[in-house]
């Protein structure tokens, strides 16, 4: 057991009990940027999505004499709960041991992620706020519950229990937050960041009810100091979980939604990532540190875009293919700066052109609207020879810099013998990308055969004659053969990453599906 010390043994106090706390954060898509972001040279596309995890916390209400007890629970899964001590010592220090009685429950395993993720909360709370005030706040016991929307999960077997059509139509009829009928380590995942999302939301979750930060902390501003504090804990117990010091796009998207990401320099968490953990954790991770030197610049899709996500049923070891890559970049690094320099310079064109289309919306809503309902009846190779105007050509452009951007993808797929873009993903591609106002898409992240991503146009009035971009795709995902092709119901988040929730209302959303007691 690690254990913290704070102000040892002071007086008594007397603190006000917390209210619950709820907390949400999104997952992401990485359109551009795969293997790149991994490198501080170069910076990624990653978009925030309407799919959210949630942390619901409050004191124990089983009646039970709980102690310092922690009870999480994720109902979504078989044997998903897992039961923790804090423990307080004369000498002023907190430790958290994993309770026994988690065994005897036929709990799955040892939960990394949520286990680091109290402990080192813990540990901040009581350089925080004090010894006695964090005994104060846990002595009734807390009771958390983790959910994630059902877009995180494959809902092929939903679907066919319901004898619905894997159309996107039809996940609106699966309950939320379903019951997935298996085990965290079973689950088929859809590659939306869902520990990211879960250790942003947990991680939040924890410092607003311990007061380690307050809920007015957590502005928009991708400067402010409170939401880089919770940026900074989240990247370090998700890299301490993972045994790795990763990019941490997933968890800078889980916290300050889409963004164009340059990488923090790995260096700023070598010294916490060891078994021994410093006297104070708050120096490295405050929101005032300036090592922590990632760039994070906001971003949105254009106007009349939609962002259409399918999970597709084959799978791909991801950090196999990050490791073949990296080892082929280490064996060829000539060639391998060439390209990744090209692919780098498209990508942030890429970044440049879409949001060059939010800013012609601005200067110009009506021709820009009037541009987006004719190419709405185009192809795309039909768009760049169709008018000269500033908003048909921008979207030409974009189109072509995404083919350009899988053309580079491939190549690196090529020779470091990685299916980035498999051929069967290929194929897919382009047929989605041969129907009318499809602006473009490709496979997000690292690749492979787990999902894709596709940017369409909408009209800015619905045509009964003529069906919109978004039934195209999916007419050509219903119809696919080659792979077993499933839509997810989310899209772009307009949200600005992690942010409190009503409790009362997650408390009903948990209800609804027998999750929670009252």
């Known amino acids: 057991m690690s254990s913290r010390s704070g102000t040892s043994n002071p007086e008594p106090v007397v603190v006000e009990r917390a209210p619950p706390t709820a907390v949400s954060a999104p997952g992401k898509v990485l359109l551009a940027g795969g293997y790149l972001v991994l490198d501080p040279k170069y910076s990624g596309i990653v978009v925030s999505t309407s799919a959210r995890f949630y942390t619901f916390i409050r004191e124990r209400i089983d009646g039970q004499s709980a102690g310092q007890k922690i009870v999480v629970k994720s109902p979504q899964f078989l044997r998903a709960s897992w039961s923790y001590q804090v423990v307080f010592t004369k000498n002023g220090t907190v430790g958290l ?61 939903q679907l066919s229990e319901r004898g619905l059509p894997n159309v996107i139509a039809s996940l609106a009829q699966i309950p939320r937050f379903a019951y997935t009928d298996c085990s965290l ?3 088929h995942k859809t590659g939306l960041g869902s520990s990211a999302a879960l250790i942003t939301s947990l991680v939040t979750a924890l410092m607003v009810h311990f007061k380690v930060i307050s809920a007015a902390d957590l502005t928009d501003d991708p400067k402010s100091p409170g939401k880089a504090f919770v940026h900074n804990v989240a990247q370090y117990v998700h890299c301490l979980a993972q045994g790795k010091v990763g990019s941490g796009f997933d968890v800078s998207s889980g916290t300050y939604g889409s963004q164009l990401y340059t990488r923090f320099a790995p260096e700023v968490l070598q010294p916490l990532m060891g078994e021994q953990v410093p006297t104070k954790l708050q120096p490295y991770l405050v929101g005032t540190n300036t090592s922590w030197n990632q760039r994070i610049q906001p971003f949105k899709l254009p106007p009349q875009t939609a962002l259409m996500l399918a999970d597709v049923d084959a799978g791909t070891d991801t950090p196999a293919a990050v490791g073949r890559v990296l080892s082929w970049k280490k064996a060829d690094p000539q060639k391998a700066t060439e390209l990744w320099t090209q692919l780098g310079a498209a990508n942030d064109q890429l970044a440049a052109a879409l949001s060059n289309l939010t800013t012609l919306h601005a200067k110009n809503p009506a021709a820009y609207s009037a541009a987006v309902d004719r190419l709405c009846g185009q192809p795309p190779k039909q768009w760049a020879a169709s008018s000269k105007d500033e908003v048909t050509q921008a979207f030409a452009q974009a189109n072509k810099l995404t083919e350009v951007i899988r053309g580079h993808m491939r190549e690196m797929g090529r020779l470091s013998q990685v299916p980035i873009e498999p051929a069967e993903q290929t194929r897919l591609l382009d047929a ?17 055969y787990d999902a894709i ?28 053969k080659e792979m077993n092709v499933s839509p997810l119901s989310c899209g772009e988040s307009m949200e600005r990453g992690v942010r409190v929730e009503n409790a009362e209302t997650v408390l009903g959303w948990l209800k609804k599906p027998g999750y929670v007691q009252n």
């Not at 026994?100 to 992620?113: D, R």
């Open 97 to 157: 041991v994993p309770s026994v009685e988690n065994s005897l429950l036929g709990s799955e395993q040892k939960n990394k992620f949520v286990q680091l993720a109290i402990e080192r909360v813990l540990f901040l709370a009581i350089e925080k706020v004090g010894y006695q005030a964090l005994k104060v706040a846990t002595d009734q016991g807390l009771e958390i519950i983790i959910v994630g929307d059902n877009d995180f999960y494959s809902q092929r077997n």
């Open 453 to 480: 991503w596709i940017l369409t146009l909408t009209a800015s009035k619905a045509n009964a004659t003529v069906p919109s971009s978004m039934s195209q795709v999916e007419s050509v995902w219903t119809g696919w």
């Open 432 to 448: 989605c990308l041969a129907q009318n106002g499809v602006v473009g898409g490709g496979v997000p992240g690292a690749g492979g």
């Open 185 to 187: 380590a079973d689950v």
